[in-house]
């Protein structure tokens, strides 16, 4: 069974990092696309970045792109989302999620994501 738990959300300020960790078992990351998305109240859940397992292709969100960076580390079974140069509107739930499916490119529809973390709340205040 795949299980994705999350860390690393809190309360920043505007123009704060923040880097979060998503930690997988039962499926290894190298075999795996994994992603972000995030969901703050009262909005639709939106894809925010995700990365091949490989690592070779990643893909954002517009309104982050040059602050958010997706990464992961094999050895530790955890996908990362560094996020800089916090916003306001970058405020709400992080969750990860995972695909086994062997896509060459990153995913950014949801549905192609079989499993999910509970998620983690990021605040940033201005």
């Known amino acids: 069974q795949v299980q994705l738990v999350e860390s690393g959300g809190g309360l920043v300020q505007a123009g704060d990092s923040l880097k979060l960790s998503c930690t997988a078992s039962?499926?290894?990351?190298?075999?795996?696309?994994m992603g972000w998305f995030r969901q703050a109240p009262g909005k639709e859940r939106e894809f925010v970045a995700a990365?091949?397992?490989?690592?070779?292709?990643?893909s954002y969100l517009d309104s982050v792109k040059g602050r958010f960076a997706i990464s992961g580390d094999n050895a530790k079974n955890t996908a990362y989302l560094k996020m800089n140069s916090m916003k306001p509107e970058d405020t709400a739930t992080y969750s990860c999620?995972?695909?086994?499916?062997?896509?060459?490119?990153?995913?950014?529809?949801?549905?192609?994501?079989?499993?999910w973390g509970q998620g983690t709340q990021v605040t940033v205040s201005s």
């Open positions: 039962g499926r290894t990351l190298s075999s795996s696309v």
């Open positions: 990365i091949t397992p490989t690592g070779g292709r990643t």
């Open positions: 999620a995972l695909t086994p499916n062997a896509y060459l490119t990153p995913r950014s529809d949801p549905r192609d994501y079989n499993y």
